[in-house]
């Protein structure tokens, strides 16, 4: 069986869950089946893998249009596939255009929805709708539809009504246990003029509205005063939220804040989670949260929204702490001091029981290990495209 694997990210152009997620997911589908990425950006190097630029007379289009071309000519590519497999909105619509083209089985993995992210409208513009269109009309005729969690499920069926809900099954992500796992050195921190003798508080993830920075920054304002601040965040989504980060970084009237922005290779951000006394994840939409898996594959203590599929990661009161939140529909907190101040309460409640956070890391890692491999990912999604072939 020849599956295409549709993505707009790809290793090493890789910045957000949908390209973790595609990188080992592609990894273990090939011990499977005879499995082909086509991916957006730069040419790889990797046998099986080839990446698409945006067409002439397309370079200076609106962003959202060029995806549309890049989207055509992957489509025209799937020639010769059994399953097409498309992973978010920037390659949605090439799974659509392949499976009329070609008559093939359209999968479709739903790492997050468009209508659930209308702060996308301050980057894309008009592009918003475009998007929204290409996400829409992709999901509505796909063969089959994969959520990341029960509770991406349950937002699918809410956002679009008109899919049949047999047709949407979950699974979810996973996380490489023997890559993510504790590394005991400490270069990494030292680069960065991190203190290992003082507590920090990490956070991982795009600067854009839906990682939660900006509430992060404001509870970090009550953080108990001994504890350092790592920011691994970068690709901001656009200018103005970057300028918004960065004046409240500098508002932090505390000592030990460290913003690392570029984009630092796994083995550092492995180190950084390691020795963290709390892994943050404030966000204020995330259907999964790979990264919340990966805190605690390094045995972190984790604190973090509940929201998504996030409590479904999270063992609250077991490894880690999860947040409440009020949230309007776009996932703006209703109050945002109340949501800041129950971040700052559970971050400080771990980093005042250093024995409650480490026994909380080590849960965390079990529960990794035991229960989110990528080998049952890729079976699982294995036997989704064999029953459709069976199906079809």
């Known amino acids: 069986m020849r599956v295409d694997l549709l993505s707009r990210e790809y290793p090493p152009e890789v910045y957000g869950g949908a390209g973790v997620?595609?990188?080992?997911?592609?990894?273990?589908?090939?011990?499977?089946?005879?499995?082909?990425?086509?991916?957006?950006?730069?040419?790889?190097?990797?046998?099986?893998?080839?990446?698409?630029?945006?067409?002439?007379g397309l370079e200076s289009a609106n962003a959202a249009l060029q995806v549309l071309g890049v989207d055509l000519e992957m489509a025209a590519a799937c020639a010769g596939a059994d399953v097409v497999h498309s992973h978010?909105?920037?390659?949605?619509?090439?799974?659509?255009?392949?499976?009329?083209?070609?008559g093939i089985p359209h999968v479709v993995t739903t790492h997050s929805l468009e209508p659930l992210r209308p702060w996308k409208a301050e980057q894309l513009g008009?592009?918003?709708?475009?998007?929204?269109?290409?996400?829409?009309?992709?999901?509505?005729?796909?063969?089959a539809v994969i959520a990341v969690s029960e509770g991406m499920r349950r937002d699918v069926l809410a956002a679009y009504p008109g899919i049949d809900p047999a047709k949407v099954s979950v699974i979810h992500n996973g996380i490489d246990t023997a890559e993510y796992a504790p590394d005991d050195g400490h270069e990494v921190l030292r680069k960065h003029g991190i203190d290992p003798a003082r507590p920090y508080v990490i956070f991982v993830g795009r600067i854009t509205r839906q990682k939660g920075l900006v509430h992060l920054l404001h509870a970090a304002r009550s953080f108990a005063p001994d504890a350092q601040?790592?920011?691994?965040?970068?690709?901001?989504?656009?200018?103005?939220?970057?300028?918004?980060?960065?004046?409240?970084?500098?508002?932090?009237?505390?000592?030990?804040?460290?913003?690392i922005s570029e984009m630092l290779p796994k083995p550092q951000i492995i180190q950084l989670l390691t020795h963290a006394a709390v892994f943050v994840c404030p966000s204020v939409y995330e259907p999964m949260g790979i990264v919340n898996l990966e805190a605690m594959a390094c045995e972190t203590a984790v604190v973090a929204t509940a929201t998504g599929g996030i409590p479904e990661v999270v063992a609250d009161g077991e490894t880690g702490l999860l947040v409440p939140i009020d949230q309007a529909p776009d996932g703006t907190p209703h109050d945002p001091g109340r949501f800041a101040a129950d971040l700052a309460e559970r971050v400080n409640a771990l980093l005042g029981d250093p024995a409650r956070a480490a026994a909380m890391g080590r849960a965390g890692r079990v529960r990794a290990v035991e229960h989110f491999s990528w080998e049952r990912v890729a079976r699982r999604t294995a036997d989704l495209y064999a029953s459709l072939r069976e199906t079809g």
């Open 229 to 259: 601040l790592v920011l691994c965040a970068g690709a901001p989504d656009t200018p103005e939220i970057e300028a918004e980060v960065a004046g409240l970084v500098r508002g932090l009237d505390r000592e030990g804040v460290f913003w």
């Open 21 to 56: 997620h595609l990188e080992y997911l592609a990894r273990e589908l090939r011990k499977l089946a005879d499995v082909r990425v086509r991916c957006f950006g730069a040419e790889r190097d990797e046998s099986g893998v080839s990446a698409y630029q945006v067409p002439g």
């Open 126 to 143: 008009g592009g918003y709708a475009i998007s929204s269109w290409a996400e829409h009309t992709a999901l509505a005729a796909a063969d």
């Open 88 to 102: 978010t909105w920037y390659a949605n619509f090439a799974g659509h255009v392949a499976k009329m083209l070609h």
